[in-house]
């Protein structure tokens, strides 16, 4: 092989895929990174309703091209807590198990990876469920972006707030 070619690839991120089986189903996982990332602790995507591996993979590649071990999976499209035999009964009943499922999922795929801490960056309902994770093993989780967050804020609180911020600065310009 050329030496410049050989070197060129030495500066790319590797690409590699694994698979794990949980009680919700199988797990696709996607890791981009170099060997020697400066920052032993990853970031993991957590991805939004209806992305995948795939669509997140240039964002992740960015984040990789920064020296950052980046990693997302999917979710299992089965019968939520089948089978996770996690104890729950301390969320409230309003929490969607879905979620908790999710939650669980991220959790399984963070200790099978070996992973004691991660940085998350948390798309639309992976926000919910890196939340929900976050609260089972905070220990787990060095910081956590919440980005277009879904289902954090009900309408009724979120609409209350900003009529609150605009009466108070109508107020102001009395």
């Known amino acids: 092989m050329n030496e410049s070619i050989k070197n060129n690839q030495e500066l790319l991120p590797k690409e590699h ?59 299992p499209q089965k019968e939520p807590l089948k089978k996770h035999g996690q104890e729950i009964s301390n969320f409230p009943e309003t929490t969607y198990k879905y979620e908790i499922d999710k939650a669980l999922n991220l959790l ?40 277009g967050g879904s289902g954090l804020v009900e309408m009724k609180d979120f609409l209350s707030r900003i009529w609150s911020i605009m009466q108070d600065s109508l107020r102001q310009v009395i």
């Open 17 to 75: 895929y694994s698979k794990i089986e949980t009680p919700s189903g199988q797990i696709n996982i996607l890791e981009i990174s170099f060997e020697n990332a400066p920052d032993d602790v990853p970031v993991v995507f957590s991805p939004g309703y209806g992305e995948t591996p795939n669509t997140l993979k240039k964002s992740m590649r960015e984040l990789a091209n920064l020296k950052h071990r980046t990693m997302t999976f999917n979710h």
């Open 108 to 147: 399984t795929v963070l200790e099978a990876k070996g992973i004691s801490q991660t940085d998350i960056i948390a798309h639309s309902e992976g926000a919910i469920y890196s939340i929900i994770a976050a609260s089972i093993e905070p220990s787990k989780f060095r910081n956590i972006i919440l980005y």
